[in-house]
């Protein structure tokens, strides 16, 4: 049996296609159902945020996951592969009066991404204050509560609407697939045959 934790949204749509093709069967979550069973695997969705907890506790053997995720999360899972959809970009950004520079000292930076944006603003030696949010980030420079924000970009359009402009590109993000290491030792064979046909299906 595989266990597979997938995350909530376009990402697992995209992976549940492949896996579709991979066991010659159609694969659709019924209603608010949360678990698939299909031939010896078994699918589960989740938030993108807690694949690394399924996978890292052994409860599901493989996951998909945004690189963002993974680095946030310091996360030891075994990289399997780079799925190279599911792409956006960590970023700093700021409004658009404001003059975003490294040189500012004491910046006030909103984000959910805590520790991605501290091992960021560490690397260049910058005292910084981190305000931790946990959504709608783009507010918080608006109103003054922060200088600047890191975030996640995908299409760009939240900030644009929100009258704010990317200063700097942190990080490029797309989907991983995962593994959970005592979960690839033991089913090394099958774990390395999917990734193969994930590799193979993407042109990888
Ligand atoms: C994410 C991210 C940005 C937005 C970026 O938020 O935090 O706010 O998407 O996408 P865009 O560049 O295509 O506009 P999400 O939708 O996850 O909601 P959140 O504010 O609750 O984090």
Redesign the pocket.
């Known amino acids: 049996m595989i266990r597979v934790a997938l995350p909530k949204g376009r990402n697992a749509d995209k992976t549940l296609e492949i896996f579709e093709h991979f066991l010659k069967t159609p694969l659709h979550f019924e209603d608010r159902k949360l678990i698939l069973q299909k031939d010896n695997f078994s699918f589960m969705l989740v938030r993108n945020q807690d694949v690394p907890a399924y996978v890292e506790r052994g409860v599901a053997d493989i996951g998909v996951v945004g690189l963002d995720v993974l680095e946030e999360q310091k996360s030891p899972l075994v990289r399997l592969l780079d799925l190279g959809f599911g792409k956006?970009r960590v970023c700093i950004g700021s409004p658009n009066s404001y003059a975003f520079s490294f040189a500012n000292p004491n910046l006030r930076i909103a984000t959910?991404m805590t520790n991605i944006t501290k091992a960021f603003f560490a690397k260049k030696a910058m005292s910084v204050e981190i305000i931790k949010l946990?959504?709608?980030?783009?507010l918080a420079p608006l109103v003054g509560m922060a200088d600047v924000i890191v975030?996640?970009?995908?299409?760009?359009?939240?900030?644009r609407q929100n009258n704010l402009k990317i200063d700097y590109t942190i990080m490029d993000i797309s989907a991983y697939l995962v593994a959970n290491p005592n979960s690839f030792y033991r089913q090394k064979q099958r774990i390395l045959e999917i990734q193969n046909y994930f590799k193979n299906a993407l042109n990888l």
């Open positions: 956006c959910k946990y959504g709608s980030i783009e975030d996640l970009v995908e299409t760009g359009d939240t900030m």
